[in-house]
C-alpha cells in the first residue's frame, strides 16, 4: 500500500508596510477603515473657530495631510471650507482611491512616506495634519516631518496632530514588554510587523515645543476597565507656527 505523502502546511508570510496598508484599502482584513471625516478634526475646526482663528480655513486656503488615506479629511476639508489640499501616504492603494473620490475637488495627492521632504513650497498651507501618522516614523524621521510640516505651513497657520499616547496605557506596556524595537519608546506591531512609536505627554509638548506655540492640549480618557484594558489612548494637540 503506498504511503501518502506528508504535506507541510506553508506558513502565511506577513505582509510589512506599504503592502500592509495597499491590502488593507484593497481588501480589509485587520482594519475598519473609513471614508468619513475624523470626528477629532471637526472637533479641530470647530476650536479654531471659536478662538477667532477661522481665517485658517478661508476659502481657497490649502491643507497638507501627512498620511492622507483615502483622503477623507482633505475631502473634508474641502467640502466644508472649499479648501484646496495636498496630501501623502505610503499607500498607493489609499492614494488611487483618494484620487476616485476627490475629482471634485482642487486636491493633489502624492504616494510617498512622510518622513521625506514634503510636496510643498515653503508657507503655503494654512493647516498641516499629521493625523497617526507619525508613530509609523523613526526617530530622524520623526524630526524631519515636524520641521518639514513647519516649513511648509504660513507664519499664523496651525498644525493638528494625533497618536498614541504611552501614560497610564496597558496595550502600550504590554507591546513594548513583549515585541520591543531597536529604539527605546518603541515596539513592533505584532500585526504590521513595523515599528510604531509611543510618546509620552511631556515627551510630546516638549518635542513640539522646539517650533511651535501649543493651543490646546486633549487626551483621551483612561481606559481601564473592570475587564482589563479597553481602547488605546490618544492624545491630540493643537499647535500654532509663530508670526515672526
Given at each position: 500500500?503506498?504511503?501518502?505523502?506528508?504535506?507541510?502546511?506553508?506558513?502565511?508570510?506577513?505582509?510589512?508596510?506599504?503592502?500592509?496598508?495597499?491590502?488593507?484599502?484593497?481588501?480589509p482584513q485587520h482594519l475598519k477603515l473609513s471614508?468619513?471625516?475624523?470626528?477629532?478634526?471637526?472637533?479641530?475646526?470647530?476650536?479654531?473657530?471659536?478662538?477667532?482663528?477661522?481665517?485658517?480655513?478661508?476659502?481657497?486656503?490649502?491643507?497638507?495631510?501627512?498620511?492622507c488615506g483615502n483622503g477623507r479629511n482633505l475631502?473634508?476639508?474641502?467640502?466644508?471650507?472649499?479648501?484646496?489640499?495636498?496630501?501623502?501616504?505610503?499607500?498607493?492603494?489609499?492614494?488611487?482611491?483618494?484620487?476616485?473620490?476627490?475629482?471634485?475637488?482642487?486636491?493633489?495627492?502624492?504616494?510617498?512616506?512622510?518622513?521625506?521632504?514634503?510636496?510643498?513650497?515653503?508657507?503655503?498651507?494654512?493647516?498641516?495634519?499629521?493625523?497617526?501618522?507619525?508613530?509609523?516614523?523613526?526617530?530622524?524621521?520623526?524630526?524631519?516631518?515636524?520641521?518639514?510640516?513647519?516649513?511648509?505651513?504660513?507664519?499664523?497657520?496651525?498644525?493638528?496632530?494625533?497618536?498614541?499616547?504611552?501614560?497610564?496605557?496597558?496595550?502600550?506596556?504590554?507591546?513594548?514588554?513583549?515585541?520591543?524595537?531597536?529604539?527605546?519608546?518603541?515596539?513592533?506591531?505584532?500585526?504590521?510587523?513595523?515599528?510604531?512609536?509611543?510618546?509620552?505627554e511631556e515627551e510630546l509638548v516638549k518635542f513640539?515645543?522646539?517650533?511651535?506655540?501649543?493651543?490646546?492640549?486633549?487626551?483621551?480618557?483612561?481606559?481601564?476597565?473592570?475587564?482589563?484594558?479597553?481602547?488605546?489612548?490618544?492624545?491630540?494637540?493643537?499647535?500654532?507656527?509663530?508670526?515672526?
Open positions: 500500500m503506498a504511503r501518502k505523502p506528508n504535506f507541510v502546511k506553508k506558513k502565511k508570510r506577513k505582509v510589512h508596510g506599504a503592502a500592509f496598508w495597499d491590502r488593507e484599502y484593497t481588501n471614508t468619513v471625516e475624523s470626528a477629532d478634526l471637526t472637533k479641530f475646526t470647530r476650536f479654531a473657530i471659536r478662538q477667532k482663528r477661522g481665517d485658517i480655513f478661508t476659502v481657497g486656503n490649502s491643507a497638507f495631510d501627512a498620511g475631502i473634508y476639508l474641502a467640502e466644508a471650507f472649499r479648501m484646496k489640499g495636498v496630501g501623502v501616504d505610503i499607500s498607493s492603494a489609499a492614494i488611487a482611491q483618494a484620487k476616485a473620490a476627490s475629482h471634485d475637488y482642487n486636491i493633489h495627492y502624492h504616494v510617498g512616506s512622510a518622513g521625506a521632504p514634503l510636496p510643498a513650497p515653503d508657507e503655503s498651507q494654512s493647516v498641516a495634519l499629521d493625523m497617526m501618522t507619525s508613530h509609523f516614523l523613526t526617530q530622524p524621521e520623526r524630526v524631519a516631518l515636524r520641521d518639514e510640516l513647519h516649513r511648509v505651513l504660513q507664519p499664523g497657520g496651525w498644525l493638528f496632530m494625533k497618536t498614541f499616547l504611552k501614560d497610564g496605557d496597558l496595550h502600550t506596556s504590554r507591546l513594548l514588554h513583549e515585541f520591543p524595537a531597536t529604539e527605546e519608546g518603541a515596539y513592533i506591531h505584532p500585526v504590521m510587523g513595523v515599528a510604531e512609536y509611543v510618546y509620552s513640539l515645543k522646539e517650533k511651535f506655540i501649543i493651543r490646546k492640549v486633549y487626551r483621551s480618557h483612561r481606559h481601564r476597565t473592570k475587564k482589563g484594558a479597553g481602547k488605546r489612548r490618544t492624545i491630540s494637540i493643537y499647535a500654532e507656527k509663530d508670526y515672526r
